[in-house]
Nanobody
């Protein structure tokens, strides 16, 4: 069994910064992709950023130049540094990962519980 636990959400003023963390634990064999989605009230869940093993990154156009995704493979943790935040960044942020469990070649999709990020003055 694999679990993802997020931390770092909260309230920030426009122009401010937050850093989200997501740690994977459990029976982990290999982690292929880690990333973040977000869902604002009344909106569909959208991809924010992801990072593939080997450090290749992808970003939504709306966050390019403001958000930075990184990962620490030794800690099985992915981070999302969010700078120059805007009210439209307000959403629940979900961590996800494509992970093969230890001893298996099958890759499963795992999600965190979500963390609220609110950008408001």
């Amino acid at each position: 069994q694999v679990q993802l636990v997020e931390s770092g959400g909260g309230l920030v003023q426009p122009g401010g910064s937050l850093r989200l963390s997501c740690a994977a634990s459990g029976s982990i064999g290999s982690i292929y992709v880690m990333g973040w989605y977000r869902q604002a009230p009344g909106s569909e869940r959208e991809s924010v950023a992801n990072i593939i093993s080997g450090s290749s990154t992808n970003y939504a156009d709306s966050v390019k130049g403001r958000f930075t995704i990184s990962r620490d493979d030794a800690k099985n943790t992915v981070y999302l540094q969010m700078n120059s935040m805007k009210p439209e960044d307000t959403a629940v942020y979900y961590c996800y990962a494509h992970i093969a469990s230890r001893g298996s070649s099958l890759i499963g999709d795992y999600w965190g519980q979500g963390t609220q990020v609110t950008v408001s003055s």
